[in-house]
C-alpha cells in the first residue's frame, strides 16, 4: 500500500471546470458540503444519516450517502482493518467526499472513523464551512445491546482483531459541529437537530424545494 503522501501520478495538471461549484450551487438552490457522521459501531450513523438524506431529498437538496460498509465492497475492498489501512480509508473517502462538493452537492459520509488526525485531515481538505462533523454520540453500552450484527461479541471472544471501542481506540471529536444524541433521542429528533444545523450553517435555505 502506498503511504498517504507518496504520489506516484506525473505530469498532471488539475483541469479546472467551465462549470463551477458556484454555478452548480445556484442551479441547485443550496450550497454543498460534507455532513461527517462518525461514532462507534451501533451508535446509529448509517441510520441517521440515510435519515438525515431521506428528509434533504425531500426537500428537493441534492444528495449523497457515501457508507462505511459499501465502500470496502469496491473502492476500499483491497484494505483491511488495520490502523495503517483506516487512515488509507479515511482519506481515499475525502477524496471523493471533496469531489461530491465541487460537484454542488451535500454529501453525507457513515464511518467510525475512530482516530481525530485522520478527520482532521479531511476538514483540511476542504475550505472552511465545508465539513460538518456530526458526532453520533453512544455509550458503548448501549451499542453492545443492539450489536445487531453481532460484532462486539466476537470482538470480545477475541475472534475480531482491532475492534473500536474494545481492542482498538475510537478517539472522540473535540469539537463537533454536531453532536447528535443517538444513545437518547429518537431518530426524528436527532434528523431534526441536523438539519436544524444545516439552516443554522447556511447550507440550506426555506426557499430549497
Known amino acids: 500500500m502506498h503511504s498517504q503522501s507518496e504520489k506516484r501520478s506525473s505530469n498532471v495538471v488539475w483541469h479546472q471546470a467551465a462549470v463551477t461549484r458556484e454555478k452548480r450551487e445556484i442551479a441547485n438552490g443550496h450550497k454543498s458540503a460534507v455532513l461527517w457522521f ?3 459501531s451501533g451508535s446509529g450513523k448509517s441510520t441517521l444519516a440515510h435519515a438525515v438524506e431521506e428528509r434533504l431529498y425531500e426537500m428537493g437538496v441534492k ?3 457515501i457508507d462505511g460498509d459499501n465502500v470496502r465492497h469496491g473502492l476500499c475492498g483491497d484494505l483491511s482493518f488495520s490502523d495503517a489501512d483506516r ?4 482519506r481515499r473517502v475525502g477524496e471523493v467526499a471533496k469531489l461530491f462538493v465541487e460537484s454542488g ?7 467510525i472513523s475512530p482516530f481525530r488526525a485522520d478527520r482532521a485531515k479531511v476538514r483540511s481538505l476542504l475550505v472552511d464551512g465545508d465539513f ?3 458526532y453520533c454520540k453512544t455509550p458503548i453500552e448501549v451499542c453492545e445491546s443492539r450489536d445487531v450484527k453481532g460484532l462486539y461479541a466476537k470482538a470480545r471472544a477475541g475472534e475480531i482483531p482491532a475492534f473500536t471501542g474494545i481492542s482498538s481506540p475510537y478517539e472522540e471529536p473535540e469539537s463537533p459541529e454536531v453532536v447528535a444524541e443517538t444513545g437518547s433521542l429518537s431518530l426524528d429528533a436527532c434528523v431534526d437537530h441536523v438539519i436544524a444545523c444545516l439552516y443554522e450553517a447556511d447550507i440550506i435555505k426555506g426557499g430549497v424545494s
Open 38 to 40: 462518525t461514532g462507534l
Open 63 to 65: 444528495t449523497f450517502v
Open 87 to 90: 487512515v488509507e480509508n479515511i
Open 105 to 111: 452537492m451535500v454529501v453525507l459520509t457513515a464511518f
Open 132 to 134: 460538518i462533523e456530526v
